[in-house]
């Protein structure tokens, strides 16, 4: 667990100001919309009932995953309190919750920009969760960085084929569905 980083990550953030900053640029948009679309096509997510957005942070995609997927139930899961406390205030009709350990029973879960910041084990353990609290067809899409820099104890860069091992050795079969410049991935999985 790596609370204590993101602890102080976003208590140095708010002291700035810039928690609650949720500005999209142009091209972030238009880079997000065409995940999205790809990403419903390719699951061939139909109906939702249940989306989590787990490690959610600023609640950054929140109106991205509604628009696309429709579900009838977002949650987003952090575990930095006064993080989900903003996101509550900025975000009415969105639900906001500390995460706890318990990943509520859902058909979609999406997660951007967390497991560069877990190790192999911890991803792991994540992903096993994850498959539990899927539904039977449940989908499971995650967008990562891909690439071969140093590995520090707070980032872990993964090539596509180290994505792909700890993705099956969870209990999932995935394939990375989309690449931009070799740098960011798009993995999709299902149970
Ligand atoms: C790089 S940020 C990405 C935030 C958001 N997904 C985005 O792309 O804007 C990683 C987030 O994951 C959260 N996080 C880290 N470890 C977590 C864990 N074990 N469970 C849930 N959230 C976690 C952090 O607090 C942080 O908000």
């Not at 949650?75 to 350990?101: A, M, R, S």
Request: some cysteine.
């Amino acid at each position: 667990m790596n609370k204590k980083f993101w602890l102080g990550r976003y208590t140095s953030l708010k002291k700035n100001g810039i928690v609650g900053s949720m500005s999209y640029g142009d091209e972030f948009q238009e880079r997000v919309d065409i995940f999205f679309a790809e990403m419903k096509h390719e699951l061939k997510i139909s109906k939702c009932s249940t989306l989590v957005d787990f490690g959610c942070g600023t609640g950054k995609y929140a109106k991205l995953l509604k628009e696309h997927f429709k579900p009838k139930k977002y949650i987003g899961l952090d575990i930095i309190d006064f993080v989900i406390e903003d996101n509550k205030n900025k975000l009415p009709g969105f639900d906001f919750k500390v995460y706890d350990g318990t990943i509520p029973k859902c058909d979609v879960i999406f997660l951007a920009s967390l497991f560069q910041h877990m190790d192999d084990k911890e991803v792991v353990t994540t992903l096993k969760k994850m498959k539990t609290s899927l539904s039977k067809d449940g989908k499971l899409f995650i967008i990562d960085f891909i690439g071969k820099a140093a590995n520090n104890s707070y980032t872990y860069y993964r090539d596509v084929k180290e994505h792909g091992q700890l993705i099956t050795q969870s209990g999932f079969s995935g394939k990375v569905a989309y690449m931009n410049n070799n740098d960011i991935a798009v993995m999709e999985c299902t149970k």
